[in-house]
Each structure stands twice: as C-alpha cells, then as structure tokens.
C-alpha cells in the first residue's frame, strides 16, 4: 500500500509533466472507484490548467485554474503511467492489464502531450473535484493534524497532542488528528530509530525523547522519499523493466530476525496494537 513517500514520490514524478498543462481528451471507464467520479467530472476536468501538484496527507492535489481542486487517493493499488512509463509500483505485482485503467487523460504543455492514465486492479482509490477555496473544511481534510515533514510538526507539538495521554505511543502515532499521513511501517521504523518502546503511554514519554521523535520521523520519511525518487530515475531509464520501491526497513516485516543495531543481541519482535502489526526491538527499545 503506498504510504506517504510513496505518495510524495508520484507528486514528484508527476508535477514536471502537470503543472502548467491544460488537460484534454479526458476519459474514464466508469462511473466509480472507491466512490462515485463526481458528477460531469470529465467536461469539469477538460480544459483546466494544472497550476501546481500538491500533496496532503496521503491525496494528491491539483488546483485547477477553474477553481477547483482535483483530487487523487492511490488506495492500495492506484498508480499512475506517463506515457505509458509506470510513476512507481508500491509492490511486486503484475504489470498493469488495460481493463485496470480507469482514467486517461492528455497533459498539454508548450505544445507537446503527454498521456497520464490512472490505474488501480483494486480500486480502493478515489478521485474527487473539490472547490479549492474549501478544501480545508472538506470531510477528507478537516481536522487533519500537521504535516511530518512540514513545519507545524515538532516535538513540542507532540507533547501538547500526547499530554496525559494513556493510550500508547504507538497507537497514537498513527491519529492522524496529531499527525498526517503517517502509516503504520513509519511508525514502527521511526520508534526503533528513536529508541522509544511501541507499549509506553504517550503523555509518559519526556520532551527530550519527542523531540528525538519528531527528528526520527522525518529522517525515516525523507529516507523513502530519496530512495523512492532514485528508484524512479532509474526506472525512467530502464527499459521494459518493472520498478518498484525497495525499501530497507530496520524492523518491519522483520519478526524473529537480528535487530541491527550496533552492540544489539536482540530480536524483532511482532505484537498487535489497536489491530495493526506493531514490529520492534524489545531490547533497544526499552521504554
Ligand atoms: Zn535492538
């Protein structure tokens, strides 16, 4: 499932290509995905100027010169194709069979096209228009807490979030009313990274410990990020290959196996929290 660096890595794959373009030859397939296409979604898309690719959370955003914004949630298995190139893979998978793209469209910039199809096996994903003047009040947006990787997130903003709270601190990482876009890999990987146990209750854990919280989160992000944007350089370059993101992760999906940290006898470990695989070193991560 893409998470947010994945996300950030197709709005950078998309952004030289959109931004600026008038959009033509709008289509899709039908009627919905997760949700309905809004209604004469394809006449409102035709036409409009992308001013700009944005990101929140894990939706893409492309405010139009129309005054509305359209939107884009990848789901599970969304992606994206430039002229027919794959814009990242989020997991071993088959190439994209035709009956699976469900939009297509023509991006047209100082007189040359280039085709941007939508393609998603699963459907989870979703498209939207939304006016851009309320985006901030919509139901997908409103109450979303601070970017990660944007300025309101901070250590101190994690203690405000997290004071007196019971809850655990793994759990509460992923309220995406304290923090956005925030999925559960980074989570487990940005706790290892700063030596925090997944089991301590977050109003418990010191201001020094979430400051090195917040560095950690945004280390591990804009890790993927670059390892994502290498990967789709490479991939741009590669011919008939099938890219996909590799990413190393110190403790996720790595149950049973060494912890890799320096002077570190220990073991992953693999319990469940608030439903979710909570993957960590119980011997770095003491508390
Ligand atoms: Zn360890």
Redesign the pocket.
């Known amino acids: 499932m893409p998470e947010l660096p994945e996300v950030e890595t197709v709005r950078r794959g998309l952004t030289p290509v959109l931004e600026g373009a008038r959009l033509s030859r709008v289509r899709i397939n039908r009627p919905d995905l997760r949700f309905p296409f809004p209604g004469r979604f394809v006449e409102r898309l035709e036409g409009a100027t992308v001013l700009r690719i944005d990101r929140r959370a894990k939706y893409l955003l492309a405010p139009l010169s129309t005054g509305e914004t359209w939107i884009t949630h990848l789901g599970m298995t969304g992606r994206f194709t430039l002229d027919g190139t794959l814009l990242g893979e989020f997991e071993e998978a088959a190439p994209i069979a035709g009956k699976h793209e469900h939009f297509s469209g023509c991006a047209i910039r100082d007189g040359a096209a280039t085709r941007v199809g939508y393609a998603d096996a699963r459907r989870f994903g979703f498209m939207g228009l939304i006016s851009s003047d309320q985006i901030e009040t919509h139901p997908w947006f409103a109450g979303l807490g601070p970017e990660p990787l944007g300025n309101g997130f901070s250590g101190a903003h994690l203690g405000e979030a997290f004071a007196g709270k019971k809850q655990n601190i793994k759990v509460s990482l992923l309220d995406q009313r304290i923090v956005a876009g925030l999925g559960n890999i980074y989570v487990c990987e940005a706790l290892y990274r700063a030596r925090i146990s997944p089991l301590v209750a977050a109003g418990s854990v010191s201001k020094a410990r979430l400051e090195r919280l917040a560095t950690e989160v945004r280390n591990v992000l804009n890790d993927a990020i670059a390892a994502g944007g290498s990967t789709l350089r490479d991939f741009a370059n590669a011919e008939g290959g099938q890219g996909y993101f590799q990413h190393r992760f110190d403790v996720y999906g790595r149950e049973g196996e060494p ?1 890799r ?1 320096e002077n ?1 006898t ?1 073991v992953v470990a693999r319990i469940v929290q608030g439903g979710r695989s909570t993957f960590y ?1 119980p ?3 003491k508390r």
């Open positions: 912890c940290g570190c220990g070193c011997s770095c991560q």
